[in-house]
């Protein structure tokens, strides 16, 4: 079932009220036309079956996507389909094995020790994005890329703003914040690149920089892989940490069920992934007709998959807006980290940093309060909470 309908009736994608909370939109998507052909003219899928199994449909592709202002995002291995997608996902897989993992975990233990610490000598109020999970998902992903912390905040700024064109929704305005935001990333990894070649060491930018030499990578894929990577490094993992400190903030008694219960730790995260889901959507487009239900959409189309719903449609996780931590792992598998050949290369990371975040927390304090209202920047595209003040005791 395809239905017609304007934009404003089912999903307005910049509608303030729909970025807030777009879980009713998507309920009401699913019930009356889970393949809905968008006025602005891409296709939305939002169950989850059909969204399970597009996402690992080999047959659709991204290097075909229009990605328009964020076309440099095609030297990376998000915007390719193979053969080069394989090439450039094989160079980074090493360096997120569980073995080294375990390596940046340490990294990360360091790290939230330190801000933490500090936050206890200033009476134990701090910011859990920008003080914590910003800047313990930042120091780790530049000892990755062995590079000195710096510009954590420009670089922030510069990821959210090419985020804000990711989404069908994005306008004018936003193509044009977005182009600056790449211009002022590829002069920073240009510059980068300069130090690292002059300061040679044994980082992930050292490893892509012997791929160039080896005639493995183009010069482009290694400027905005290190875009890439340091955007992925902080963004969504930072939107799972900071909501899983809301969830211990507003429900007190998850400090101690995760102090004291280790097996539902993963459960838990499992279940902020789902319900907040940090990317609402992936896009790909068709390369021939393709059948989703009761919708044939013809070759050349664009695919919105909204794995936002797909981890909300209740045929998949029953009584889906509550929080439960114990829900079957197999029988339930949230989408927030993609699947298939474009699955998240980095999920053994994020899933190790929000749990070095999260039992540091319960181990050292007994109460976390919310010190003061959150502020939220969500787009269509991506959750995001921009502050989060809070107090440990
Ligand atoms: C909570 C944290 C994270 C979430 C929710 C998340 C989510 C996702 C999603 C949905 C995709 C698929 C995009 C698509 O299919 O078009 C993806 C891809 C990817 N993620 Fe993550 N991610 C997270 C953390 C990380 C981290 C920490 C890293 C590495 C430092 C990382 C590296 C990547 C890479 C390289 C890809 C592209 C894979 C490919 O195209 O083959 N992610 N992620």
């Not at 193509?175 to 690149?193: C, D, K, M, P, S």
């Not at 309060?369 to 107090?391: C, M, N, V």
Request: net charge negative; hydrophobic share 40%.
């Amino acid at each position: 079932m395809t239905i017609e309908a304007p934009a404003a009736e089912l999903l307005p994608f910049r509608d303030p009220g729909y970025r807030a909370d777009p879980a009713p939109y998507y309920a009401r998507l699913r019930a009356e036309a889970p393949v809905y052909r968008h006025p602005i003219g891409v296709y939305v899928v939002s169950r989850y079956e059909d969204v399970a199994k597009l996402i690992r449909n080999p047959t659709l592709s991204v290097r075909k996507l229009d990605f328009g202002v964020a076309d440099p995002l095609h030297d990376t291995v998000l915007g390719q389909d193979a053969p080069d997608h394989t090439r450039l996902r094989r160079i980074t897989n090493r360096w997120f094995t569980p073995k080294a993992v375990e390596e940046w975990s340490k990294v990360m233990q360091a790290s939230v020790d330190a801000v933490l610490d500090k936050a206890v000598e200033a009476g134990g109020t701090l910011d859990a994005v920008d003080d914590l999970a910003l800047r313990s998902t930042f120091e780790t992903i530049c000892h990755i890329f062995g590079v000195e912390p710096t510009k954590m905040l420009e670089i922030q700024k510069a990821t959210y703003d090419i985020g804000v064109s990711l989404g069908p929704g994005s306008d004018e305005d936003d193509w044009r914040v977005t182009g600056e935001a790449f211009e002022w990333y590829e002069q920073h990894n240009r510059a980068l690149i300069d130090h690292k070649r002059a300061h040679p060491g044994s980082g992930l930018i050292d490893h892509f920089l012997a791929e160039q030499d080896a005639g493995n990578m183009t010069e482009n894929e290694v400027i905005f892989s290190i875009l890439l990577f340091f955007a992925v490094g902080h963004l969504d993992i930072k939107h799972l940490i900071v909501q899983g400190i809301r969830h211990m903030a507003e429900h007190p008694e998850y400090i101690g069920i995760y102090r004291d219960q280790p097996d539902i730790r993963p459960g838990f995260i499992n279940e902020v992934l789902r319900i907040e889901t940090p990317e609402q959507m992936v896009s790909r487009l068709t390369t021939q007709e393709t059948v989703i239900g009761d919708t044939t959409v013809p070759a050349g189309e664009v695919l919105v998959l909204l794995i936002g719903s797909a981890n909300r449609d209740p045929e998949a996780f029953p009584d889906p807006d509550r929080f439960d931590h114990n829900r079957p792992a197999a029988a339930s598998q949230h989408l927030a980290f993609g699947s298939g050949q474009h699955g998240c290369a980095g999920q053994v990371l994020a899933r190790a940093q929000a749990d070095v975040v999260f039992t540091t927390l319960v181990n050292r304090f007994s109460t976390i309060e919310l010190a003061g209202e959150p502020t939220f920047t969500h787009t269509e595209f991506l959750r995001s909470i921009a502050h989060l003040p809070i107090r440990l005791r």
